[in-house]
């Protein structure tokens, strides 16, 4: 008779275990969103949402922007945050060092530095996300955003393990900012001007085509077109479209992020620069090259807005438009 092995056996029991709970936290195959299976360092599972409200020190905002599509609802009293108003603020000269600020704003939300911070916007995932990284930036240590945003959140509220609520009311706490640009770096205008013609760097714009050929120009652009090398990679090609409604989308998994960069012919030891029209679809894409492996990812916050408006930085179109 073959012995058993105690302390393999009970290896093996924890791998499974551990298997499952990552299953859990994952997409959730039972229920009716079409989620991939997720793994991030700072986007949640939108059925992990209902577990993780229950830590200690968890704050919930509600991102709401004049550019969303809908105004996503408030669930479990989550607190309102104003993206267009945080949007304003960060173009206006000396914002980035405006430390003081940034403590009454992120204070103002009832953030402290122990604090769990889960945002969630309407389900395009760029609102969120970029309020996430200027919080996490400027020192909240644990911040995520929740995958498919308040759409994906409708089914968790139906079946009762979210709650409709009205807005909640934070109360004003006392934080501190410190700077954490890892592993997302910041970068301005200057430090992308230095790199033009730098075969080491790849500039990833994730705008849509007719932003990045010049056809399209969205409010604020004067000059069409894109920061020269920078290659396309429009951010909805990291996107899964929701079943019930393909305005809204889910972060696609670390392993299928992974392929679509290695397709782009990015390779994780490269050092990448991103941007978009304004910090916000390149805030999401930044998280999807960490998730997917990247480690020297870069963020120009402020844009192709910020490049186009000095006539002295050059810019690439293409032309005619058809």
């Known amino acids: 008779m073959l012995k058993r092995n105690p302390a393999k056996i009970a290896m093996l029991l924890v791998l499974q275990i551990a298997i499952l709970a990552m299953a859990e936290c994952g997409s959730g195959a039972a229920d009716s969103s079409n989620e991939p299976m997720l793994s991030s360092r700072f986007v949640m599972s939108v059925n992990h949402l209902p577990r993780a409200l229950k830590h200690k020190n968890v704050v919930l905002l509600s991102v709401q922007g004049s550019g969303e599509i809908s105004a996503p609802g408030f669930v ?19 914002a980035f060092t405006n430390f003081a600020a940034r403590a009454d704003i992120i204070g103002g939300l009832g953030i402290s530095g122990e604090s769990e911070v889960i945002l969630y916007d309407d389900g395009e995932m760029k609102f969120a996300s970029r309020v996430r990284f200027l919080f996490y930036y400027f020192g909240v240590r644990r911040t995520f955003i929740v995958n498919g945003g308040y759409n994906a959140m409708k089914a968790l509220i139906a079946d009762g393990r979210l709650e409709e609520t009205s807005a909640g009311t934070p109360v004003m706490t006392s934080f501190e900012v410190k700077l954490q640009d890892n592993p997302i770096k910041l970068v301005n205008r200057d430090d992308v001007f230095t790199v033009l013609g730098d075969p080491a760097v790849t500039l990833v714009d994730v705008r849509t085509i007719g932003e990045f050929d010049g056809c399209v120009k969205l409010e604020g652009i004067t000059r069409g077109g894109h920061i020269p090398g920078a290659r396309n990679l429009p951010i909805e090609n990291l996107l899964t479209p929701q079943t019930d409604d393909a305005d809204f989308s889910f972060l696609d998994s670390p392993r299928a992020l992974r392929n679509i960069f290695r397709n782009f012919a990015l390779d994780t030891r490269d050092r990448i620069i991103a941007y978009c029209h304004d910090g916000a679809k390149s ?40």
Do not use: H
């Open 76 to 94: 479990n009293g989550a607190f309102p945050v104003d993206e267009s108003a945080l949007r304003v603020f960060s173009e206006t000269p000396g």
């Open 283 to 322: 805030s999401l894409a930044a998280v999807s090259l960490i998730d997917a492996g990247y480690t020297d990812v870069s963020l120009y916050y402020l844009s192709y807005l910020n490049w186009q408006e000095d006539p002295a930085d050059p810019v690439e179109s293409v032309s005619p438009c058809g």
